[in-house]
């Protein structure tokens, strides 16, 4: 039995017939990494040692009630870990080893969960590639040439490639869902306050938000279980009850009303995509449920809005890294304004300069109403436009990104190129909404993921959504093929050459050409199973 | 020309609530460096405030106290700026919403009752404190002051002298130490004040260029640098010279004011809310409740100490500018209901005594009950008033009980008629001459016998049975 594969809700199902042990899963998980994180590079720190450790000392124990109790994860390295290196993928906390737990990781610990390590990602979460890791870039495990998406991308390429149960993520602009679509998974950005950001290393802050990133959907509702709740130590943690979510898990959306919002589906939105997005909304139908066009006008500006707030909350949040305290400071300085410039020209990454400088015009004296507070003008716009149609429907069907995973290095040199990836996932943070991201087909080879949006708080309709559209079909049972080369080898061009990796199954839908004529050949790298 | 002096005043308080603002650290003064700290206060990655409520509650405190509106929805702001003492790089503080704001305080200046306007009370953290070593070329950070609660009450230039501004800062700490928010201790610092002051010609309504001064480390100080800028800046214009918008520093040694920095080098601390904390909804009833809970302030106290006990305004205002002070004066009064007695003793030799010993009411000895006691036995003619004055100045500095004091030193006064009449006889044959002015009608010889019995007894004879005893021998 390949442990490795598991999901949390069957491993845990081994765990408690004492089938298999914590240490057994563990090890499988730590081997698995030996045999492919050389071509994936999810991770960024492997705690080996301490998660075998802890395994053991459960297995010692035996109580495995609780559902994540011996289940081996991965934590996205701007998650404190009391003890644990946590780098945000930052050269100016390479060293930074925290003194505290952020609630999350308490609360992991605390059901028992046996923490693998920390994952890559975008320096400060800065980014929709991992390719601004100031470390190494991660690579899509259904094709290592293609990035797993990002900031979160270390968390979806290690679930992706099997190299942890299930992993934590965080949302600014669609840090998690994005990836998840990416390397086709599970991934979901709760209501903002839902999970405590307490021990997130900040990068926007009114924005960021945890959520987990899994294998289905059963998982994540298990993983969102654990994580969700008030905390004292947050003050725009929710003070409200958390329902189990794992009740939510019913295959029914009959007599749900679906919007479909008519400005995610237009110019630059890749044919493959749009197709599986309204395939999807098609499988909804045949389960009772009811899609109709609507719209949500204010969209286009929501990402111009997002990188002025996001920014100039970013100039703020990074300002602490000044060489003082900890953190890499700068070797050489003549004096302390000297060794601010320095520590900060040479700890930050480009993107993350261009983030700080952007933030810092636009809070400056002159142009904070012009920039600032126009953009939470804007915001609240945005906001507004989703209550509309909550009032109306129960939850949105929307692409994740206007294309399937790009190639590495393709968008690097065009910063505003790279910022459109974030055009389908933006809205959703700036309205503080729950969105999940769920596998539901192909595009040239990689996986599509399709966007579900709910009302603030109503993780439970989303997830039900999910559920059913999951139970509906079969996308999410497809594993990428990493070959031994180290590039995933599953494609509609290049199949898997491993049937043990890989069993084709049907899926319920047809993955043929786009019905559409206005298929953007520019969002469409290789052009790859589009005929435009 | 004649020129009137604008002042404006900014003073930072740190309020004594138990924690820090946003975490759960000590607030308490001192400790070892780095003692009082937590990842929190530290400024670590990932790190979230969190509102102290009591430290709301004592800004809202002040805030009614200095009479002025309390916002229904106030919020937090970050004022981003880059400095070793503050780990965040930002302070948390308040811009556009502070707690409450358009207030007053009441001076007595010359006679007349001045109303200075409050512009703003809000509420920030503190930041740390930087150690330079002398002869070292790096600096040390202490953090445990980082992350206190500070309000900020900003003044309207409402200020005409540096007397009224070190009027105004007497009164603003007397209530906020009324109020029990702070303890405003200036060499501790937690009160610490920047001022703005410019000139104008006399009746002219346009503020001329202000300068504000930094690094005031007492009222003297702030007295001082005022009168120091108030002159140099009179000085500059009558010279034709033009004065700059600028920093400048006060030199205590020098008695000077040194220019730190110009208009142009000013911060730009891109101030925003706060994303990390909610905005706050003051509840109106929360509010009325501390209202209601205010305790007497000193314009009040001190009103009452006219009506009640018939005390001078002016006394009224000494006993008054003090909590300490007043409630040692109550207090003593509840032992021994002589307002008026009770006030001159306070005031003439127990102030007279904290002046010169440097204390004040919280460092001295002697005690309320004390003070009550030794002006019983007084009364009750046991020591005469000028032994009290002796026994009064052992109670101060050692802070023995009256009674003991008389006993172990033999104070008791001599009322015994036999007694006195040995010593009167004994005075009488020793000052003959005297004796025959007195007779001749020389009503002043009286006094010189008297004098000499007092010396006779160190002044322990009851003065009155002195003056009787010897008219009635001498016939």
Not at chain 1, 66 to 82: F, M, R, S, W, Y
Not at chain 1, 104 to 129: C, P, Y
Not at chain 1, 301 to 313: F, G, K, N, S, V
Not at chain 2, 389 to 416: A, C, H, N, W, Y
């Amino acid at each position: 039995m390949e442990l490795y594969r598991l999901t949390i809700h069957e491993a845990h199902e081994l765990l408690m017939k004492r089938e298999i042990s914590c240490e057994e899963l563990t090890r499988a998980l730590f081997d698995r990494i030996r045999i492919v994180d050389y071509a994936i590079r999810a991770y960024i720190t492997l705690d080996e040692d301490g998660a075998l450790q802890k395994s053991r000392v459960l297995d010692e124990r035996g109580d495995f009630t609780h559902p994540l109790a011996g289940i081996p994860a991965a934590v996205k390295d701007n998650i404190c870990t009391k003890g644990l290196k946590t780098t945000c993928a930052s050269k100016i906390l390479e060293n930074f080893i925290p003194p505290y737990d952020a609630t999350i990781s308490a609360r992991l610990k605390s059901r028992d969960a046996v923490i693998m390590g920390k994952t890559n990602m975008d320096e400060f979460a800065m980014g929709s590639s991992t390719e601004n890791s100031a470390f190494f870039a991660t690579r899509n495990p259904w094709d290592t040439g293609r990035v797993p998406g990002g900031s979160s991308g270390g968390s979806a390429a290690a679930v992706a490639a099997d190299e942890c149960i299930y992993a934590i993520g965080s949302d600014t602009g669609g840090s998690i869902r994005q990836p998840a679509g990416y390397c086709g998974v599970v991934g979901m950005k709760p209501t903002y306050g839902r999970v405590s950001r307490f021990g997130l290393v900040a990068y926007a802050s009114s924005l960021d938000q945890i959520g987990p990133i899994t294998k289905d959907v059963t998982d994540c509702a298990i993983v969102l279980n654990a994580i969700a709740g008030h905390d004292r130590m947050d003050s725009t943690s929710a003070d409200m009850p958390v329902p189990d979510y794992t009740l939510s898990l019913k295959p029914d959306v009959s007599g749900m009303k679906i919007g479909i919002p008519r400005e995610y589906l237009g110019e630059g939105i890749d044919g493959e995509v749009r197709h599986a997005v309204l395939n999807a909304a098609k499988t909804f139908e045949n389960m009772g449920a009811c899609c109709e066009e609507i719209s949500l006008p204010h969209t286009e500006y929501a990402l111009w809005a997002y990188y002025i707030i996001a920014p100039a909350e970013a100039s703020s949040n990074l300002a602490r890294y000044d060489g003082i305290r900890y953190g890499v400071r700068a070797k050489d300085y003549s004096d302390l304004i000297d060794l601010y410039k320095r520590t900060r020209s040479e700890g930050f990454g480009a993107e993350v300069k261009r983030r700080i400088m952007l933030g810092t015009y636009a809070l400056s004296s002159g142009y904070y109403d012009a920039y600032y507070l126009k953009a939470q003008k804007v915001r609240t716009l945005v906001k507004k436009d989703f209550d509309r149609v909550f009032e109306k429907y129960d939850f949105i069907l929307a692409p994740i990104a206007p294309t399937a995973a790009f190639r590495i290095g393709e968008n690097t040199d065009d910063p505003l190129k790279m910022y459109m990836n974030d055009v389908c996932t933006i809205p959703v943070n700036m309205a503080g909404l729950p969105g999940i991201s769920i596998p539901c087909g192909f595009s040239g080879g990689m996986p599509v993921g399709l966007q579900i949006i709910g009302r603030p708080f109503d993780e439970t309709t989303i997830l039900q959504a999910a559920y059913a559209f999951e139970q509906a079909t079969e996308y999410h049972l497809k594993k990428p093929c990493i070959e031994a080369g180290g590039h995933a080898a599953f494609s509609r061009d290049n199949r898997c050459k491993h049937s043990s990796d890989f069993t084709e199954r049907e899926i319920g839908v047809d993955l043929g050409a786009p019905q559409d004529e206005c298929v953007k050949r520019r969002n469409v790298p290789n052009g790859k199973g589009v005929k435009a | 020309m004649n020129f009137e002096t604008v002042i404006g005043l900014e003073v930072h308080v740190e309020l004594f609530t138990k924690s820090k603002v946003f975490c759960g650290c000590s607030t308490e003064f001192g400790g070892e460096p780095n003692t009082h700290c937590c990842p929190v206060c530290l400024g670590m990655p990932g790190v979230l405030p969190v509102t102290n409520k009591k430290a709301v509650e004592y800004a809202i405190k002040a805030g009614l106290a200095l009479n002025c509106e309390i916002a229904s929805y106030s919020k937090f702001d970050r004022k981003n700026y880059f400095y070793p003492d503050l780990p965040k790089a930002y302070q948390i503080s308040q811009y556009d919403l502070p707690i409450a704001k358009n207030g007053y305080i009441e001076i007595e200046a010359g006679g007349k009752t001045r109303r200075i306007g409050i512009t703003r009370v809000h509420l920030e953290e503190d930041a740390g404190k930087l150690i330079h070593e002398e002869g070292k070329s790096n600096s040390l950070v202490d953090l445990n002051r980082t992350g206190v609660p500070l309000i900020e009450i900003v003044s309207e230039p409402d200020i005409r002298s540096p007397e009224e501004a070190w009027l105004y800062l007497n009164k603003l700490k007397s209530i906020l130490q009324y109020i029990e928010v702070s303890d405003c201790k200036m060499e501790e610092g937690s009160l610490r004040c920047d001022v703005n002051i410019s000139i104008r010609p006399e009746g002219s309504d346009i503020f001329g260029t202000k300068v504000e001064i930094k690094n005031l480390g007492s009222f003297k100080a702030v007295r001082r640098s005022l009168e120091y800028e108030e002159r140099r800046q009179r000085e500059v214009i009558e010279d034709g010279g033009e004065l700059v918008q600028e920093t400048r520093r006060w030199d205590e040694t020098k008695g000077i004011t040194i220019s730190m920095r110009s208009k142009e080098q000013a911060h730009d601390y891109r101030y925003f809310p706060d994303p990390d904390l909610m905005p706050m909804v003051l509840d109106r009833d929360w509010v009325c409740e501390i209202k209601a809970n205010l305790p007497e302030l000193p314009d009040a106290r001190k009103e009452r100490y006219v009506k009640e006990f018939g005390l001078p305004a002016y006394d009224a205002g000494v006993l008054t500018s003090s909590k300490a002070l007043s409630n040692f004066y109550e207090e003593c009064i509840s032992h021994y209901h002589d307002p008026k007695a009770v006030s001159n003793w306070v005031m003439v030799e127990m102030m007279g005594l904290m002046n010169e010993k440097g204390l004040e009411v919280e460092q001295i000895k002697l005690k309320p009950q004390q003070l009550a006691e030794m002006l019983r036995i007084m009364d009750k003619g046991v020591i005469s008033g000028k032994i009290a004055k002796e026994v009064f100045r052992d109670m101060f500095e050692t802070g023995k009980d009256p009674e003991v004091i008389v006993k172990e030193k033999g104070l008791v006064q001599i009322s015994d008629e036999n007694e006195l009449e040995k010593i009167a006889q004994k005075v009488i044959d020793q000052n003959p001459k005297s004796v025959q002015d007195y007779k001749n009608g020389k009503e002043k010889a009286l006094g010189f016998l008297v004098g000499q019995m007092m010396k006779e007894t160190r002044g322990k004879a009851n003065p009155q049975m002195v003056n009787e005893i010897l008219k009635k021998m001498l016939g």
